[in-house]
């Protein structure tokens, strides 16, 4: 039992691992986009703190939880490709 448990927590850690970073990737997007747009969307463009919000998490998880596969690699353009 101990050994399966492991298995399990260590493909738990790995999934939540990757929702995270696609959810810090869509923040720090979110936090490159124009004055305009920040302001249009309710953000004080004057605070540099990076947040993490709802947004970004939900996007995060519609992309992870929609791979085909997490063993295929995926065209991104922020990875140069």
Do not use: N
């Not at 923040?27 to 947004?55: C, F, I, M, N, P």
């Amino acid at each position: 039992m101990g050994s399966s448990t492991r298995l399990v927590s260590v493909a738990a850690q790995k999934f939540v691992a990757g929702i995270a970073e696609e959810a810090h990737w869509y923040a720090e997007q979110r936090q490159q986009a124009t004055t305009k747009s920040k302001v249009e969307a309710g953000y004080d463009v004057r605070d540099k703190r990076k947040v993490l919000t709802t947004e970004d998490l939900a996007a995060a998880m519609k992309e992870v939880c929609t791979l085909p596969s997490p063993c295929e690699p995926r065209p991104r353009s922020r990875f140069g490709g």
